[in-house]
C-alpha cells in the first residue's frame, strides 16, 4: 500500500502523506509467475524482472475480492513476454485490445494497468500486444 495515505481515522493529511501519493510502492517479482494481492493495490507497481517468459496472474475474487474500480500497474523489466491472465480462465474474464484478447501480453521496458471493472472481470489497458 503506498506510504501517502493516514494510517488512523482522524490523522491529519500533511503534505509529506501528500507527496507520498504521487510515488509507486514496488513490487519486484524476479520469478516465472506471480498472482496478484492484496497488497497491490493502491499505488503499487508490479515489476516482472524474470528474462524468460512470466505470467502475472489474475485471482478470482473468492481468493480475494478487489474493489471494482481497483487498477494494478504492472510493467516489465525482463527481456521475455509478459502474460496478464486469469488464474481460472472460466471464472474470471481479462479482456484487452491486444491480439490475444485474453491473455495480453507486455514487452520489455512497456507497462499496462489491469482495471477491475466487475465481479471476476478485468480488463487491460496500455502497451499490450
Do not use: E, H, R
Not at 13 to 29: E, R
Not at 116 to 125: E, F, L, Q
Amino acid at each position: 500500500m503506498a506510504s501517502g495515505f493516514p494510517t488512523v481515522t482522524g490523522t491529519v493529511f500533511t503534505a509529506d502523506m501528500y507527496n507520498g501519493l504521487v510515488s509507486y510502492t514496488i513490487n519486484l517479482q524476479s520469478s516465472a509467475s506471480y498472482t496478484l494481492s492484496s497488497t497491490d493495490q493502491y499505488q503499487v507497481l508490479v515489476i516482472g524482472s524474470n528474462a524468460s517468459t512470466k505470467t502475472i496472474s489474475i485471482p478470482t475474487d473468492a481468493t480475494y475480492a478487489f474493489p471494482n474500480g481497483t487498477a494494478i500497474t504492472i510493467l516489465n523489466s525482463g527481456a521475455g513476454l509478459m502474460t496478464i491472465n486469469a488464474v481460472t480462465s472460466g471464472t474470471t474474464t481479462v479482456t484487452s485490445a491486444g491480439a490475444t484478447s485474453a491473455s495480453p501480453t507486455v514487452a520489455q521496458y512497456k507497462a499496462a494497468v489491469a482495471i477491475k471493472t466487475a465481479t471476476n472481470a478485468w480488463t487491460v489497458v496500455g502497451a499490450v500486444a
